[in-house]
């Protein structure tokens, strides 16, 4: 299926904001109403939706609810952008409810967030030809230390590709606030390494959910060249092995241009006798033909990188903790 690409949005454009997975609890509503007076001050008018200021059961509204109100919105011809306010948990429920063969017939609209927003991203790429975005959510918007993905996604958003980025000097952990480390991405196996291919990808926890489904088949995807990544949320280093052995035996990596994965957010091991991330990874990848970076700018260790789901991208490796990439929309 061609890809097609949202038109940049322009000031006076609507964008619809309702929370199809996790919504957001009282105590965090002054930072969503920084993140919305954010978008108002570039100009957009910020349609709100029921499903956002409430969560109850790791979910914004019963699933009837929110897949109504996302229905609506992707329907609307006059909502230009769709912008949850974060993932959470149970954004697969609503899947089955969206007519993605419609929505292949409609003008793109922007889709945009990271973490469960994967679940709906990647089959509205695969199944409905709709580049999406994966970067920074919106309830990023408003903390200083994100503005290096935050930059990049409104830049995205307002001229219709994220710019070329380069491998941050530094990353931060949720575990240890305060704290900055040197960033080291890299080649799995070490060197330099250069890949070249659509981009495909999103969060791994919920994708290898998604194997084996019409809603992460990259077969017909695979028919250029295509670069996957994926970032890991909250997988210790056996589930990494697991999903990524499960992608494997799947056929998702068969092909693939070039594999990314980014750093990781779960536990690593706990002793020396433990099997740590990096060894999942290897032993997970052992013999795939296709070049592996790993450590990369995405996902839930900030800073990241914006990635266009469908983009044609570029990404070099000129040693640990350097890289570019860079995306446009034709090959």
Same mark, same amino acid.
């Given at each position: 299926m061609p890809i097609r690409f949202p038109?940049?949005?322009?000031?006076?454009?609507?964008i619809a904001v309702t929370a199809f997975s996790s919504g957001v609890h009282r105590q965090l509503h002054d930072r969503l109403d920084g993140a919305l007076e954010t978008l108002r001050a570039r100009g957009y008018r910020v349609v709100e939706g029921e499903c956002l200021r409430d969560e109850k059961h790791e979910a914004s509204a019963p699933a009837s609810a929110r897949l109504a109100e996302l229905k609506r919105f992707l329907f609307?011809?006059?909502?230009?952008?769709?912008?949850?306010?974060?993932?959470?948990?149970?954004?697969?429920?609503?899947?089955?409810?969206?007519?993605?063969?419609a929505l292949a017939a409609l003008p793109p609209k922007w889709i945009a967030g990271f973490s469960d927003v994967s679940t709906l991203?990647?089959?509205?790429?695969?199944?409905?030809?709709?580049?999406?975005?994966?970067?920074?959510n919106l309830?990023?918007?408003?903390?200083?230390? $994100?503005?290096?993905?935050?930059?990049?996604?409104?830049?995205?958003?307002?001229?219709?590709?994220?710019?070329? %980025?380069?491998?941050?000097?530094?990353?931060?952990?949720? %575990?240890?606030?305060? $704290?900055?480390?040197?960033?080291?991405?890299?080649?799995?196996?070490?060197?330099t390494g250069r890949m070249e291919g659509r981009l495909m990808g999103g969060c791994l926890d919920v994708l290898a959910s998604l194997q084996g489904t019409p809603y992460f088949d990259l077969?017909?995807?695979?028919?250029?060249?295509?670069?996957?990544?994926?970032?890991?949320?909250?997988?210790a280093p056996c589930g990494v092995l697991r999903a990524l052995a499960g992608l494997r035996l799947s056929g998702a990596?068969?092909?693939?241009?070039?594999?990314?994965?980014?750093?990781?957010?779960?536990?690593?091991?706990?002793?020396?006798?433990a099997l740590s991330h990096e060894g999942a990874l290897r032993a997970a990848?052992?013999?795939?033909?296709?070049?592996v970076v790993i450590d990369?700018?995405?996902?839930?260790?900030?800073? %990241?990188?914006?990635?266009?789901?469908?983009?044609?991208?570029?990404?070099?490796?000129?040693?640990?903790? $350097?890289?570019r990439l860079e995306q446009r929309a034709a090959r």
């Open positions: 038109a940049p949005l322009k000031p006076g454009d609507a609307d011809p006059g909502i230009r952008a769709v912008l949850p306010p974060w993932g959470g948990e149970r954004a697969i429920e609503l899947l089955p409810g969206l007519d993605f063969d991203m990647a089959p509205l790429t695969l199944r409905a030809g709709w580049a999406t975005l994966h970067g920074p309830m990023d918007l408003p903390l200083r230390d $994100r503005a290096f993905g935050s930059e990049a996604l409104l830049a995205a958003l307002e001229t219709g590709m994220p710019p070329a %980025q380069d491998a941050h000097g530094h990353y931060w952990s949720w %575990q240890e606030p305060g $704290r900055r480390f040197a960033n080291r991405v890299r080649m799995l196996g070490g060197g077969a017909a995807f695979k028919a250029e060249p295509a670069i996957l990544y994926l970032e890991n949320c909250e997988l990596f068969d092909g693939l241009a070039g594999l990314v994965l980014g750093r990781s957010n779960g536990p690593d091991a706990g002793d020396i006798d990848l052992d013999g795939l033909p296709c070049p990369a700018d995405i996902g839930h260790v900030p800073p %990241q990188w914006s990635l266009f789901n469908g983009a044609w991208a570029a990404l070099e490796v000129f040693g640990e903790g $350097r890289a």
